[in-house]
């Protein structure tokens, strides 16, 4: 079964400033990985998805996340963020058999 | 509107009293999943379906039921609950593929065992 540790449980920062979320999993031979938000009294939404290919992958809202094989990564950016990015963001992996296996989640703070 | 619809969205209740939380969705698709997320913890697999009267235990199935006789609806059931069910529930539905499809996401229902 597949692991996730998202690296940091809550990040506060200011409006405008660069933000990054780190995510790790464990390895595996072939792996999907996804980052989806989760805004304040919501369901899950999917923010992004690396399946194959470019392993740069961006969102339509500026988020971009990098899928690096050797380091079993997939760490989450944003050169400027934006009061209404405060949310909860969880890093899900999987493998071919459909289950979603997530993180524990990082809770971004946006402050003026 | 395209959408996964969850009911009831909050339930207070009492230790044993039967409950079932219903699960709907709108989109034809095949794979249909139950999840609880607790703070620190993520979300966590309780059961999935594949298809219509297929059903299989995730990760953390203990003290939770399933049934799929529709495509459409899928819900969990809760025989005798314990303050330790007490949680947020999503339920998550996607197209089969590989590699795997997006999975949606209805609003959660929050639930508080007594």
């Known amino acids: 079964a597949q692991s996730v540790t998202q690296l940091d449980s809550q990040v506060p920062v200011f409006e405008e400033a660069p933000v990054e979320l780190r995510c790790n999993y464990s390895?595996?031979?072939?792996?999907?990985l996804f980052w989806y938000v989760q805004y304040p009294n919501q369901g899950l939404q999917l923010l992004l998805k690396y399946l194959s290919g470019s392993t740069l992958v961006e969102s339509i809202n500026g988020f971009e996340a990098e899928f690096n094989k050797s380091q079993t990564s997939f760490h989450l950016r944003k050169p400027s963020v934006h009061i209404s990015d405060t949310a909860e963001y969880f890093c899900?992996?999987?493998?071919?058999?459909?289950?979603?296996?997530f993180g524990a989640g990082t809770t971004v703070t946006v402050r003026a | 509107e395209a959408q996964v619809t969850q009911n009831p969205r909050y339930l207070i209740t009492v230790t044993g009293k039967k409950l079932t939380v219903t699960c709907s969705q709108n989109?034809?698709?095949?794979?249909m999943s139950w999840y609880r997320q607790d703070p620190g913890l993520g979300l966590r697999q309780i059961y999935y379906?594949?298809?219509?009267?297929?059903?299989d235990k995730g990760d953390v199935p203990e003290g939770y039921k399933v049934s799929r006789k529709e495509k459409r609806n899928f819900p969990l059931i809760l025989e005798s609950p314990s303050p330790n069910q007490t949680s947020l529930y999503f339920c998550a539905s996607s197209l089969r593929g590989s590699p795997p499809e997006t999975q949606y996401f209805g609003p959660g229902t929050r639930l508080l065992v007594l």
């Open positions: 899900a992996v999987s493998d071919d058999d459909y289950k979603l296996s």
């Open positions: 379906s594949m298809n219509v009267e297929v059903t």
């Open positions: 390895s595996s031979v072939s792996v999907y």
């Open positions: 989109m034809n698709h095949e794979y």
